[in-house]
């Protein structure tokens, strides 16, 4: 089953205390290109996520936000700044006392300051982080990929339409050139008469002889045969599960490679055009194999 490489999605998942929200967006490129934002950032949890898409992705453009937050109460801490706030005092004290203040100092005036009180950073569990960003990963990875499968199908059915096509006029090229002797045989009489203007007597062997080799010469059945086999190999490919774009690509070259030798030994003006329309296909395929998997 063929797969786009362009897809969209996201999945949020949350446990008690501990949320994640994750963002994935894939593209068009030959190998696996991962590119990760999380936050907060976490090395130990970044290497998990990069093993965790290239578990299901082959190839692509990977675009992945993740983004959690841990509000257990293990990892809230406060850390208080007494010798500021001691000082602070004192001089509220030394104030008041010299103006002859009647004004309770009071621990809203203290902390007007600012700082005196400050959130401490704790390192966060991330053991006990990870399931749920796992979660939430796994779920956008399967809507991504249900996203990536439903494109694929349209494509494979635009190739599936595409081969069948060259198929056919492979067929129709093969029964075109299965009289080539006969068919030198009478072009090469006809030419030596019209040239000796019916006067000399042709050597009705070495006719036969110079038609068989022209016939050889533009033989094309070995090009045909693994045509052929290359159809079938590329329908087994797109059916498979594993990731095909690669396979697929290379097959393509290998088309192109005996229309190419086809083109060269037929001498025929239609089968010429055909050829180039079965080349025109190909290149359709492979503007499609590219978004492929």
């Given at each position: 089953m063929l797969k786009s490489m362009t897809a969209f999605a996201g999945a949020e998942k949350t446990d008690g205390k501990i949320s994640a929200e994750v963002e994935i967006r894939s593209f068009n490129s030959k190998y696996l290109d991962l590119s990760l934002r999380l936050y907060p950032a976490s090395p130990y949890m970044e290497e998990k996520i990069r093993e965790l898409i290239a578990n299901e992705i082959a190839r692509g453009r990977i675009e992945i936000t993740v983004r959690f937050?841990?509000?257990?109460?293990e990892t809230r801490a406060f850390d208080i700044d007494e010798p500021k706030a001691a000082a602070y005092y004192n001089a509220l004290v030394l104030l008041k006392e010299r103006f002859a203040l009647d004004t309770k100092i009071s621990l809203e005036l203290l902390l007007g300051i600012g700082n005196i009180i400050k959130p401490v950073k704790i390192e966060q569990d991330m053991d006990a982080v990870w399931p749920v960003v796992r979660g939430s990963i796994n779920d956008a990875l399967d809507k991504l990929n249900l996203m990536r499968k439903r494109e694929g199908s349209?494509?494979?059915e635009d190739i599936g339409r595409r081969l069948e096509f060259i198929e056919l006029n492979v067929d129709r090229i093969e029964k075109e050139t299965d009289g080539l002797l006969?068919?030198?045989h009478k072009r090469l009489k006809e030419r030596i008469m019209v040239l000796t203007e019916n006067v000399v007597e042709i050597d009705s062997e070495r006719i036969v002889q110079e038609a068989a080799l022209l016939a050889d010469k533009s033989d094309i059945s070995e090009e045909i045969s693994r045509t052929k086999s290359h159809i079938k190999q590329f329908r087994l490919f797109m059916n498979s599960e594993e990731s095909a774009g690669r396979k697929l690509n290379f097959l393509l070259q290998e088309f192109n490679r005996e229309f190419n030798t086809m083109g060269a030994k037929v001498g025929y003006a239609d089968l010429l055009h055909l050829i180039i329309d079965l080349r025109s296909?190909?290149?359709k395929i492979r503007e499609q194999i590219?978004?492929?998997?």
């Open positions: 937050n841990d509000e257990s109460e349209h494509i494979a006969s068919h030198y296909e190909l290149e590219q978004n492929v998997e």
